[in-house]
């Protein structure tokens, strides 16, 4: 796809280009953060009903089995994102044709991911969980969850993707309500099958899959009816090898973002395995179910702002891009700041909420908290800049700040623990994200900058 900078722009008269970009970008900002959040919101109401029925040995278990999860979820992610940007983009150029063989491509995309995901897991599920140091009781319980997983992966790929597609349709609204009726389900669900039915972790992975299930059918019928402004029939149901190609190129920077967060969680289970114990691998699940709701705000911000950004790039707006992506990094880098200070204002009831009364957990989760998240708001804004690169059609870089993000952890993990053995482990992420947010941000800046200067020339060129 050419630059299209270059191009005079296009006269359309559309809700994107008739709104301010403070309104447009919070039209679809906020359902997608709601949205996020509420997801969020049943992740950490699973690790509350586990840390609380079943314990540390439960808490370990559905943190070793997450990375395996995580990748599931990321496949999900690389189909809504890759998808997504692509309609916003063929909208943006008024090419509804070609939008339309995008959303047929993307579904067509989540059969297929999720039956080699079904394949994969069958052959190597428990050797990922004993790779990571699991024995005895969090092995077993970590094998039950990924079983679950394991026949339902194609809806945990339709449940992260389809609402993204929902909201690129132009129906923001819809696809945080869709969201949220999972979520509650979810809820529900886990309620029933871990306090009153003491099912444990399968329990907790039947819950989820039931809800992704209920997701799946409703979002599919969405796009069959008239409510669809991409509406499918059989006739249009066309998979598009071509488009499928620039779908996961754009998308594949998503799921390393879950790739990212799935090798160093592995990694940090094997360490804090090697120089701690199940209790500190338990104390890191409570770190990550808080940083959670943190992390999946950014991503919902970085994801509402994805279609408006995806549509000014299609139309030729690089002022417009370069306001929207400086306003969504405001509001990432203010949320990051006030959720550092809540979470070391206030550690120990937060920790309280996950732990059935273990002293010994609740002194190692509050000693996490505080070395692992103070530098957490960077993690908000290497989501941003990862999903701005996507959105303008520049997956290389999108792709190079996923697989960065990983590779700038190595040095890291392997000396920091070495050194400062279970606090080194803590120290890790939060100092390696402030190496990367130095590379990272200036490469945003020059890009941005870069997109506004064209705008400026080619309006002198069309005045």
């Given amino acids: 796809m050419q630059e299209k900078f270059t191009q005079s722009l296009p006269q359309q008269d559309t809700t994107i280009d008739n709104k301010s970009i403070s309104k447009t970008f919070w039209r679809y900002a906020i359902p997608s953060v709601a949205a996020m959040l509420v997801n969020g919101l049943y992740q950490v109401i699973d690790g509350i009903f586990v840390g609380h029925f079943i314990g540390f040995e439960g808490l370990a278990g559905i943190n070793m089995a997450w990375p395996i999860i995580g990748l599931i979820a990321g496949l999900g992610l690389l189909v809504g ?251 990432v880098m203010l949320t990051g700041i006030t959720s550092v200070l809540f979470l070391n204002l206030f550690p120990n009831a937060l920790v309280s909420l996950f732990s059935n009364g273990d002293p010994a957990l609740a002194t190692e989760t509050v000693n996490g908290l505080r070395l692992h998240l103070f530098a957490m708001f960077l993690d908000g804004l290497i989501a941003l800049a990862s999903v701005y690169f996507m959105s303008v059609n520049q997956g290389a870089k999108a792709l190079g700040i996923s697989a960065g993000n990983m590779l700038v952890q190595l040095p890291f993990l392997y000396l920091l623990p070495q050194w400062l053995g279970v606090d080194g482990v803590w120290l890790s992420v939060p100092l390696s994200n402030i190496l990367l947010a130095a590379i990272v941000i200036p490469l945003v800046w020059k890009d941005i900058q870069k997109k506004q200067h064209s705008d400026i020339t080619v309006g002198a060129v069309t005045a």
């Fill in 81 to 331: 994102m890759g998808t997504g940007s692509l309609i916003s983009i063929y909208k943006g150029e008024d090419n509804h044709t070609k939008a339309q063989q995008a959303l047929a491509t993307g579904l067509g995309l989540i059969a297929i991911a999720g039956l080699l995901v079904m394949a994969a897991l069958a052959l190597i599920a428990p050797s990922l969980l004993i790779a990571q140091g699991a024995t005895g009781a969090p092995l077993a319980m970590g094998r039950a969850y990924i079983d679950v997983f394991t026949w339902g992966a194609v809806f945990t790929i339709a449940a992260g993707a389809l609402p993204m597609l929902i909201r690129n349709d132009d129906s923001p609204n819809f696809s945080t309500a869709l969201m949220m009726a999972g979520a509650i389900v979810n809820i529900i669900l886990d309620y029933i099958f871990i306090a009153q039915l003491d099912m444990g972790l399968r329990g907790a992975a039947i819950a989820t899959i039931i809800a992704q299930i209920s997701i799946t059918i409703v979002a599919v019928g969405y796009f069959f009816t008239g409510y669809s402004k991409l509406r499918l029939s059989l006739g249009t149901f066309k998979f598009n090898a071509g488009i499928a190609a620039n779908a996961v190129s754009l998308g594949t920077s998503s799921l390393f973002m879950y790739v990212y967060f799935s090798f160093i969680i592995a990694v940090h289970n094997k360490l804090f395995m090697h120089y701690g114990s199940a209790v500190h691998v338990g104390a890191f699940a409570i770190v990550g179910y808080l940083m959670t709701m943190y992390y999946l705000l950014a991503e919902g911000i970085a994801s509402g702002m994805q279609p408006p950004v995806s549509y000014y790039y299609g139309a030729g707006h690089g002022r417009k891009i370069r306001a929207t992506l400086l306003l969504a990094s405001k509001v």
